[in-house]
């Protein structure tokens, strides 16, 4: 289905970094302009441009959870360019996919939102219970995509968690060196962890740690309970009073995992939840927790084009403090 073509006006921001994101990018010491410029890119970018706060559409879910799955509900989403248009139309800071959906639309948007190129995945017709993703695109290609990041997903507690952080520390050093930014998926998952243990607080904020100690720029982390998993870690809770009984006091306390919040940190906004209150309430106490923002796939990709619009509207709005 053709969907009519909606870029957003062009932030007064644009062109011109803000003390907030000066700020930001003074903390990635070791960076060359390049990977700066393109960091400060994603800040610069969409409704929330200049303030430090970000709003990312992510669309890995046909490759990560199948195609019905992800697109029936919805079907103009089983074509790619419907999500750079929704991602447009939303003014969202970038547009995250694999390497296949950013190829097919590329160059009718060359140069319009920012890119994140998932360069590994993982597909659900062999859930094994410790994954292990695929490399399934590379430095070259985001170069050759005009894509501003290369995105990557890591388990923390999977078997193979020591591959992938081998693998991340080689493709974020490629990915440097070419002047591209570093986006992070970091999702606590294996036979090691309860399933309620994988969003454990304890647990969000050492995924947040591990990915900070990776390179990464920006890190992805699901929703923190108040769980606590590890019986060491529920001492150490315990004995520091850690403030972790609302929401926002979680977001805090990962944001502290990494690096005392000193490195962008955004949440997942998990599956689709058919009350929006419920998202924005939420969305509310990440950024009282002051978390950087979300990255909302299923939320937005699965509502009606329009619904999904004032629904990410509202959300942005939320985030710059225009709504309480």
Known sequence: MAVAKTVPTASPHVGRNTDRVREILSWYESDNPGSKTNLARLMNTGRLAGTGKFVILPVDQGF??????SFAVNPSGYDP????????????????????FIEAAADRHAGEIPLILKANNHDVLHDEKDPLPAVTAGVRD??????????????????????MYQQLRELAAEAKAHGLAVVVWSYPRGTSLSKEGETAIDVAAYA??????????????????AHIEQPEAKKAYEKAAVPIATLSERVKHVLQGAFDGHRIVIFSGGAKKENDEAVFDEARAIRDGGGFGSIIGRNSFQRPREHALKFLETIMKIYAGEIQ
């Not at 248009?85 to 296949?100: K, S, V």
């Not at 985001?142 to 591959?163: K, M």
């Not at 900070?212 to 929703?223: E, M, N, P, R, S």
């Open 81 to 100: 360019n419907y999500h750079f248009e929704l991602a447009l139309a939303a003014g969202c800071n970038a547009y995250a996919a694999p390497l296949g």
């Open 142 to 163: 985001a170069l050759r995509l005009g894509c501003t990041a290369i995105g990557f997903t890591i388990y923390p507690g999977s078997a193979h968690a020591q591959t």
């Open 208 to 225: 947040a740690q591990i990915a900070a100690q990776l390179g990464a720029h920006i890190i992805k982390v699901k929703l923190p309970s």
């Open 64 to 69: 990560e959870h199948g195609p019905a799955r």
